[in-house]
């Protein structure tokens, strides 16, 4: 006999099979269950289409009355591009709702929540809560700061090297790690390099994958603008590029990237670097709300010590470089003592093809 955490296990399902499709909006999935029978699922497809609910009550119909409706996020109780799902809940004939997590949009922020109670329906609140927090930490983050939710992605061998000493990277993991990096971009809207990696490897930064796949938003730091205008990163025909810089938008460089088709973005420095925390800021106000950092040392370093890092995807592949000029993820400037390390949180730990992929977050 299943329970109900099996039920919301199977939404949770649904809801992450969309991933990467929905933003700005949250995944969230739907399963109605009648007398231990499921009549109804759904799940939120693309941002601007029906939500889960409508989806799995379309499929219920009739069986819905006397139901019970499992959902990962809280119902919605504003008129966005679709109207409340709470109301339709409301009025769908469900006697008993169970949410995962409340929803943290200030728009809603359990008001979808008393509106079922206040119509009498039973509504149970954490039934895996932080499975589903863990599912839609993008939207959460973006609800809670207004800045894009940032991945670090670091690829490095057993001895934390990234490059030799001469910058040759290709290929530290192996293949089954460099395929799961093109579906994480394809997931995001936006990665983000320094012009290092740009002049040292001229990347395409898109995705390459079988069938269709998203291509996000290339961001490129570049404080003085030495993005050469024939990069690969300047063909915006398959992807959008922002080039990042402190140099005027209107200088002549600034002009001929823009003419190639590249948005040219200029923030303040502080101490000669910039702001990175206004260039997200900017970034959000732009519409992307997640970032993969597949940076160099120095711009992963930068992040880092500025507390920018949501989260750390580590690739350790089974190598040894060595050396004392070989590259490693995180460079910057110099600390004192182990007590002024950045902490972690280690949250799981795989296999991928031969290499292990570490998932971490800050403390």
């Not at 973005?265 to 519409?287: C, D, N, R, V």
């Not at 950092?293 to 370093?301: D, I, K, P």
């Not at 949180?345 to 971490?360: L, V």
Request: charge should be negative.
């Amino acid at each position: 006999m299943k329970h109900d955490q099996d039920y919301m296990r199977m939404a949770l399902e649904l809801a992450e099979s969309a991933l990467g499709k929905t933003n700005p909006n949250p995944v969230v999935g739907a399963v109605i269950v009648k007398d231990g029978v499921i009549v109804g699922t759904g799940l939120h497809r693309k941002a601007g289409e029906p939500h889960a609910e409508v989806h799995a009550f379309k499929m219920a119909g009739d069986h819905a009355k006397d139901a019970t409706l499992y959902v990962t996020l809280e119902p919605c109780s504003h008129y966005g591009k679709t109207p409340p799902c709470a109301l339709l809940v409301k009025d769908s004939g469900v006697t008993r709702v169970v949410v995962a997590t409340e929803d943290p949009n200030p728009k809603v922020a359990g008001r979808g929540i008393s509106i079922l109670r206040e119509a009498g329906i039973e509504v149970e609140v954490g039934i895996l809560k932080k499975e589903a927090q863990q599912l839609n930490e993008r939207f959460i983050h973006n609800m809670i700061h207004e800045t894009p939710f940032v991945v670090s992605k670091v690829a490095m061998t057993l001895d934390g090297k990234i490059a030799t000493h001469t910058g040759h990277s290709q290929w530290i993991t192996g293949e089954a790690a460099r395929k799961e990096v093109h579906l994480l971009r394809n997931q995001v809207d936006g990665i983000l390099v320094g012009v290092g990696t740009v002049l040292a490897d001229n990347p395409k930064l898109t995705t390459r994958l079988e069938g269709t796949s998203k291509n996000p938003i290339r961001i490129i730091l570049d404080t003085h603008l030495k993005t050469p205008s024939d990069a690969y990163v300047t063909d915006c025909t398959e992807a959008k590029t922002i080039i990042i810089t402190a140099a005027e938008v209107g200088s002549e460089k600034a002009i001929a990237l823009k003419e190639k088709g590249a948005d040219v973005l200029s923030i303040p420095t502080l101490h000669g670097k910039l702001e990175l925390k206004i260039a997200l800021q900017q970034l959000y106000k732009m519409g992307i709300t997640d970032i993969l950092l597949e940076g160099g040392s120095e711009v992963n370093a930068s992040f880092m010590r500025q507390g920018l890092i949501q989260k750390y995807l580590v690739y350790i592949a089974p190598k040894i470089v060595g050396g004392a000029n070989s590259y490693t993820p995180f460079k910057g400037e110099d600390i004192e003592t182990v007590d002024e390390a950045v902490s972690l949180r280690f949250e799981k730990t795989e296999w991928i093809g031969e290499d292990i992929r570490i998932t971490a977050y800050p403390k």
